[in-house]
């Protein structure tokens, strides 16, 4: 069983960076690919980053390429989302989830969230 818990959100302007972090408790964390998630009022969830258990590979969806990035520290059992030049489409919650497989988008972990909120 692995636990997580996200911290790092908050209200911030366009154009402001915030950087998120998901610890995770357990020994099994570096075998774990790492993804970031995020849901938007009134729409689905959506993939945003994965990394993979090494930290080698990384991928990012569409709208964050170029301004996020995605990190991991294996000895802290943490990941990371650095995120710059915050958009108000941006505002959501912030969920990290584990997966057996890089990119499988099997999920198997899943943190409680944390809020961001960009305002314009």
């Known amino acids: 069983q692995v636990q997580l818990v996200e911290s790092g959100g908050g209200l911030v302007q366009a154009g402001d960076s915030l950087r998120l972090s998901c610890t995770a408790s357990g020994r099994t964390f570096s075998s774990y690919a790492m993804n970031w998630l995020r849901q938007a009022p009134g729409k689905e969830r959506e993939f945003v980053a994965s990394i993979s258990s090494g930290g080698v590979a990384s991928m990012y969806a569409t709208s964050v390429k170029g301004r996020f990035a995605i990190s991991r520290d294996n000895a802290k059992n943490t990941v990371y989302l650095q995120m710059n030049s915050l958009k108000p489409e941006d505002t959501a919650v912030y969920y990290c989830?584990?997966?057996?497989?890089?990119?499988?988008?099997?999920?198997?972990?899943w943190g409680q969230g944390t809020q961001v909120t960009v305002s314009s």
């Open positions: 989830a584990a997966a057996q497989k890089y990119l499988s988008g099997d999920y198997i972990y």
